[in-house]
């Protein structure tokens, strides 16, 4: 559940508006406007639970002047990673406000209990006619969250030729973060401050002031920011009457605060006892390369829609994913749609589930199992139907499972009697309704 807003996927929806899909609205004589709304839950097995509503609006004011708009509203409760490893014994963290602890059970993963959100997105985005087969879009996207604000802005072109069968694309988008965390920015690979528990001896106020110190110490300012360029190249190309095929190349380059402020790494004896906690450290510029095909095709009974994505950057993040789905049609009004997908990706240069006592401290270093090796699927079906008023309705019922593996890590003493690596569960569940 990455907080920072997907940039390359709302220029991907930009681009997608400039190759037609608002373009079935315009033959619309009444002019109306056009509404999508949805209600998603998404739990993972003892950890986060996110409820998401969305509202989105369409509507052509003529000759292919064209505006949407959508807000997003997610609320995200439960326990995430610390990045800590688990231990034989039982462990006591401290709240990353710095205010509390909480203490994880011998052999479980560190998870920090508290994790709660509310995050509201709002896009807008307008598309029209420039030149003779050419057509333009801009867009503005604002996102805030009690620790996160983004905004962004996009902008691309569309451009058919071939007789309308190839369409060029190129776009563009800026976002400015900023990451305000519950307790401050802490210091590169400082040490984490524990909490005292209270208790009525004459040392407590003592042990309070010197804990305020050492937590103080850790931390370097208030808030950090972070700017994302987002470049996207398009061509589709009706290949013949049934099949449509499309690709894109994404470049992006992301300056500044990229570490996870809320992510720790444990520090283990040749026992593989955790002598130490220490705050990440990640670089602070990131390019990242994609390459995107998808292809649909129209059969008898529905449409076949598969897509491949190959991304790599100089984190050393390489990774590919197969999404696909096969819309069949039951009747002229309802249909099913199963729909699998696989994703795969090794690990970043820097990642460490752990570091060892002793050894020199790497420039960068992250045990966020996010940056490491995994493979993940996603399998599920969706059900959909038109209403006798014109109106649509549709559910959607997924489940997703996600494994992180060893990229070649020795594990040292008790190391070997625990999970380094649980794997995460998770199921997906949404009512849609268009009006």
């Known amino acids: 559940m990455n907080k920072p807003i997907n940039i390359s996927s709302a220029l991907a929806a930009a681009t997608c508006a400039l190759l037609g899909a608002p373009n079935a609205n315009a033959a619309d004589t009444d002019e109306l406007w056009k509404f999508d709304t949805a209600l998603m839950y998404y739990g993972e097995v003892d950890r986060v639970t996110a409820v998401e509503a969305i509202i989105g609006a369409t509507k052509d004011f003529g000759d292919e002047h064209i505006f949407s708009g959508k807000v997003t509203i997610d609320g995200l409760t439960g326990a995430s990673a610390t990045g800590a490893v688990a231990q034989p014994v039982a462990q006591t963290f401290t709240r990353p406000s710095g205010d509390g602890n909480y203490v994880t059970g011998a052999g479980e993963t560190p998870l920090d209990d508290t994790f709660h959100d ?69 210091l590169a690979f400082s040490s984490v401050a524990i909490k005292p528990y209270s208790d009525d001896s004459e040392n407590e106020q003592e042990n309070e002031d010197e804990y305020e110190d050492d937590f103080n110490r850790t ?114 009004t309802s249909y099913l749609q199963p729909h699998f997908r696989y994703y795969q990706q090794g690990a970043a240069k820097f990642y460490r589930p752990f570091l060892m006592e002793g050894d020199n401290v790497p420039e960068f270093a992250s045990a966020d199992y996010r940056l490491g090796e995994m493979t993940a699927y996603t399998v599920g079906l969706k059900y959909g139907m038109e209403l006798d008023n014109g109106d649509e309705l549709a559910f959607r019922l997924e489940y997703y499972q996600q494994t992180p593996k060893n990229a070649g890590f020795n594990e040292p003493g008790a190391l070997q009697d625990v999970d ?16």
Do not use: C
């Open 118 to 186: 509310t995050r509201v997105q709002l896009t807008a985005q307008w598309t029209q006619p420039i030149a003779e087969n050419m057509r333009a879009s801009v867009g503005v996207n604002f996102s805030n969250e009690y620790d996160y604000m983004s905004f962004a802005v996009n902008g691309s072109v569309a451009y058919d030729l071939n007789q309308k069968n190839t369409t060029l694309s190129l776009g563009l988008s800026y976002a400015f973060d900023t990451i305000k965390p519950e307790g401050g920015i802490p």
């Open 219 to 332: 931390r370097v300012d208030d808030s950090d920011n972070k700017n994302t360029i987002d470049l996207m190249l398009g061509l589709t190309q009706v290949i013949n009457r049934r099949m449509i095929m499309q690709f894109n190349y994404g470049l992006s380059l992301v300056d500044g605060y990229t570490t996870d402020p809320f992510k720790i790494l444990s520090v283990v004896n040749e026992q593989g006892l955790t002598q130490d906690l220490l705050y990440e450290n990640r670089p602070d510029t990131r390019t990242r390369n994609s390459f995107y095909w998808q292809t649909k095709y129209a059969l008898d009974f529905g449409v076949a829609d598969i897509s491949y994505r190959f991304a790599t950057d100089d984190w050393k993040i390489d990774s590919h994913t197969i999404d696909s789905r096969l819309r069949i049609n039951l009747s002229d």
């Open 420 to 435: 380094l690596y649980p794997s995460l569960k998770a199921v997906i569940a949404q009512v849609s309704y268009r009006f």
